[in-house]
């Protein structure tokens, strides 16, 4: 008979540090626990909150006579594959006229970089990808996962200016190797909250194309960047202009809030001529899907697609978007005003210079864990903050702690053991997570 047996192994400290410090606030029964680590919208209560025109169309939907939950074919439903690629490349987008641009129902935006990422490594001659350092941590796992032998970084935040190392982006694109495949975020960049001006985006465009380098966009926060659907979606227009073939994740989990929905798109744009090649494109990545899970879900896509093809639906939702953004913004002033108005050593400008839900604070991992074990304030251990958590309720609170952190933290050690229970399958998993290697 044989035995069950593990080992182990290519798990990073970071992918440890992030599962842990979740389930350490989950865990944290404290009455003035904050969690500031999903990127998720809070109402001023610090609760869920359904878009309005959402929660009508739900309950129609629901309650019609015809509503099922009848299997979705392997690559979506006709009307979200016609519906959601022009939100990103525009209508009136050349390469969707000519048919060489189309998209697939995926399950979320990362279920559109996995499927992406395993179709290019099965089935093309890319084995490199670069992600911005820092990124979105599931980016690195979701593409050496899915096939990549080589993971790279391009510079992107400057700790010392607290804010873009543009001319290190430029240096490590410069000397990419040919067909890498470069990973761009196209707004509200996570974790950093530093986009890219237009400026850049051409400068970029200039070096992929002279390197030869092939850009997927992850679209994550499309209308949560400046609050407008057409301006986020600037820069991957602009390359499609400039004539790259290009793989687009979207998603509609953040900016129409259909979190656990998991409604995703994976876009492809190809070069005039390659029309034919379609459907063997559509035909692997069916195999990928039906591989992985078989099939996307029903419910979110309906909802997007009864979203998008009114206009007066569509109009509330971009109304919603714009709320979102100008409460991102109203929070990260009061924010800096409040470390200001505190005496808070350093500079806190970062704050309201950074865009989207997330703002790199620029804490360190000492002072982060300071603040989970002092205050019952979790974060990331990178320093990052979902800002649609913070509150008239907890604002202040979060500023004081920040406030105290850096002034009191150089002294602070922490080491923090959490045991995960899972007795569904008879089984208790041990993550120890250490928050500061330099315990004595």
Same mark, same amino acid.
């Given at each position: ?67 099922n ?31 060489? %641009? ?6 979320? +935006?990362?279920?559109?970089? &996995? !499927? @992406?990422?395993?179709? /290019? ?28 032998k ?58 992929m ?32 202009q ?6 687009? %994740?979207?998603t509609?989990?953040k900016?129409? +809030?259909?979190?656990?929905? &998991? !409604? @995703?798109?994976?876009? /492809? ?18 195999v ?77 991992r ?31 609170r ?17 080491l ?25």
């Amino acid at each position: 008979m044989a035995a069950l047996s593990f080992t182990v192994s290519g798990i990073t400290e970071t992918e440890k540090d992030t599962i842990a410090v979740c389930y350490q606030c989950m865990n944290d029964k404290h009455p003035n626990t904050v969690d500031l680590i999903p990127g998720a919208y809070r109402d001023e209560n610090g609760k869920p909150w359904v878009m309005p025109f959402i929660h009508k169309l739900e309950k129609e939907m629901l309650e019609s006579p015809n509503w099922n939950h009848e299997y979705v074919i392997f690559l979506g439903l006709d009307p979200y594959m016609t519906l959601v690629p022009p939100l990103i490349l525009g209508d009136n987008c050349p390469a969707l006229k000519t048919g060489r %641009a189309f998209g697939i129902q995926t399950v979320s +935006g990362t279920g559109a970089l &996995r !499927i @992406g990422a395993e179709l /290019l490594a099965r089935h093309s001659k890319f084995n490199t990808f670069y992600l911005s350092d820092p990124t979105w941590d599931t980016h690195d796992i979701i593409f050496s996962y899915g096939g990549f032998k080589n993971s790279r970084t391009y510079r992107y935040w400057d700790p010392v200016k607290r804010g873009l190392n543009f001319e290190g982006l430029l240096e490590d694109l410069d000397n990419a190797p040919e067909n890498a495949v470069i990973v761009l975020q196209i707004c509200a960049h996570n974790p950093t909250g530093c986009d890219l001006t237009r400026d850049q985006w051409i400068q970029i465009a200039d070096v992929m194309q002279k390197r030869k380098l092939f850009p997927f966009f992850d679209a994550a926060y499309q209308g949560l960047g400046s609050g407008d659907l057409e301006e986020d979606a600037w820069p991957v227009r602009y390359f499609v202009q400039r004539g790259f073939e290009m793989f687009i %994740a979207q998603t509609f989990s953040k900016n129409m +809030g259909l979190y656990s929905d &998991r !409604i @995703g798109c994976l876009t /492809l744009v190809l070069n005039d001529g390659r029309q034919q090649e379609i459907p063997a494109l559509k035909l692997m990545m069916t195999v990928i899907v039906r591989a992985m899970y078989l099939c996307p879900t029903r419910i979110g896509s309906e909802l997007v697609i009864k979203v998008l093809q009114n206009p007066q639906h569509c109009e509330e939702w971009q109304k919603c978007l714009r709320k979102m953004a100008e409460q991102l913004k109203e929070v990260r002033q009061a924010l800096k005003d409040r470390l200001v108005k505190l005496g808070t050593p350093g500079s806190w400008e970062h704050i309201t210079e950074q865009k989207g839900m997330f703002s790199f604070t620029a804490l360190t991992r000492k002072q982060v864990a300071y603040l989970a074990e002092k205050y019952h304030l979790y974060m990331l251990l990178n320093g990052r903050v979902n800002m649609f958590a913070l509150n008239n309720k907890n604002l202040n609170r979060f500023a004081e702690a920040v406030h105290d952190a850096v002034l009191n933290c150089p002294q602070y050690r922490c080491l923090c053991n959490l045991f995960i229970g899972d007795q569904s399958h008879d089984m208790t998993i041990a993550v120890t997570v250490t928050l500061n290697h330099k315990i004595k």
